[in-house]
């Protein structure tokens, strides 16, 4: 990887905050965007914006063919056995969503058990949380081991002949923690349930095979890995996704619509009720195209090395408590708490300084209080940092505790 070259691409990193070269450390809550993908979004709106599926004009065929371009490039990104198994959905949130709502509808029925983690962000969380309350089932919890990871004698002894889902995050958003979902998956098949998978953390930063992993459901975001915000996808086996009913109603998702009933299309168009992200797809794709350019492996590699290089100098910090696996272990973020210091305070000190972190709850109430703290500040790292900018956020940090001392 030719890091120089590549931030070259990124032209918001090239910009002073606060009378300081921008370092950000945010990438888990957004990541940034090349040209390339900003260009091509650019490209359809100036050249060929039209609606999708409807029109048999020369822009609206090449709209079409744009969005289900993206589509194929997302089938082969994560290796999805058929075109239709792809869902673009509004994000993780509303993938996750979608697959609660449905069930909740044909498959879970009052005593069923569902399972998830307490690390998982509430988006993986609270719809199953929601779903449980109102069929009574029963929401069970894979528990954590010390270091925040979950062993499999863990996963054995929670899900049982009773399990019809488990859910379960890729990635922890605030741990670091890179989860076992093969595993998972092989011990829910074992009792007849399915596996969702949260991929919001994974997809952007490893290589993804589905059909490996042999999950029911994976879920992820285009702004966590280099596209635009506003659109996501749903993963799901074409076997499951048959047996599903869709949740919203439209355009573009019926067969055939009569005075008093109405039948739907094929999939995956029966989940994507009404004009769908057309730009947002386009933009999806431009990033894939730019990830597989530089590679999936080069990009976990170089995330590896950021994150071991910032873990052994941050564990240096007296007061400084990370959370979660050893750096050997961990995806590409660390999540921390600096002695006599509230989260939010380091991440405005930092801030003053250029450096943008997270700090709060992460969207992980559950988690927090199992860490027995109210709030974390977390710095994630991705392929455009530097060790050089990590030497700055240490250095920061350095300072940010003087200063409080």
């Not at 070269?21 to 990541?31: G, I, M, R």
């Not at 909740?104 to 988006?123: Q, S, Y």
């Not at 285009?222 to 635009?228: A, D, I, R």
């Not at 009933?261 to 994507?272: C, G, I, N, Q, R």
Request: one cysteine or more; charged letters at 20%; proline letters at 3%.
């Amino acid at each position: 990887m030719d890091i120089n070259k590549i931030r070259q691409d990124f032209k918001i990193l090239d910009q002073q905050v606060n009378n300081h070269p921008l370092v950000y450390l945010d990438t888990s809550a957004t990541s940034q965007s090349p040209t390339a993908v900003i260009d091509r979004m650019s490209d359809y709106y100036l050249q060929y914006n039209s609606n999708v599926h409807r029109g048999v004009h020369t822009l609206g065929t090449k709209a079409t063919d744009g969005y289900e371009n993206a589509r194929t490039a997302v089938q082969q990104f994560i290796n999805a056995k058929h075109f239709g198994e792809i869902v673009f959905t509004r994000g993780t949130t509303a993938a996750i969503n979608l697959v609660a709502s449905s069930y909740e509808r044909d498959f879970i029925e009052a005593g069923d058990e569902i399972v998830i983690t307490e690390m998982e962000h509430h988006a993986n969380f609270v719809p199953w949380q929601q779903l449980a309350i109102r069929t009574n089932a029963k929401l069970k919890f894979i528990p954590l081991s010390e270091d925040g990871t979950i062993t499999k004698q863990a996963m054995e002894e929670t899900i049982t002949d009773q399990t019809k889902l488990v859910a379960i995050t890729h990635v922890s958003n605030v741990l670091g923690t890179i989860n076992d979902v093969k595993t998972v998956a092989q011990i829910a098949h074992e009792h007849g349930a399915y596996i969702l998978v949260d991929g919001a953390q994974g997809v952007p930063h490893m290589k993804v095979d589905v059909q490996a992993l042999d999950c029911d459901f994976y879920a992820f975001s285009s702004h966590k890995m280099l596209g635009p915000t506003g659109i996501g996808v749903l993963y799901g086996k074409k076997s499951i996704l048959n047996k599903m009913q869709p949740i919203e109603y439209g355009g573009d998702m019926i067969d055939y619509v009569g005075l008093h009933e109405s039948t739907w299309t094929d999939l995956p168009v029966k989940f994507e009720a009404g004009t769908p992200m057309i730009a947002e797809a386009i933009g999806l794709h431009a990033a894939i195209d730019y990830l597989n350019e530089i590679g999936m492996d080069d990009i976990h590699q170089h995330e590896t090395e950021l994150v071991r290089y910032a873990y052994d100098q941050m564990a240096a910090i007296d007061g400084l408590e990370i959370y979660g696996p050893g750096k050997d272990e961990r995806a590409g973020l660390i999540t921390f708490n600096l002695d006599g210091v509230h989260p939010h305070d380091l991440a405005t000190v930092l801030d003053t300084e250029g450096i943008a972190v997270r700090a709060g709850h992460h969207c992980a109430q559950p988690l927090m209080k199992w860490l027995n703290v109210s709030s974390t500040a977390r710095a994630s790292f991705y392929l455009y940092n530097t060790k050089e900018e990590i030497d700055t956020f240490v250095e920061a940090l350095k300072k940010t505790k003087e200063f409080f001392a």
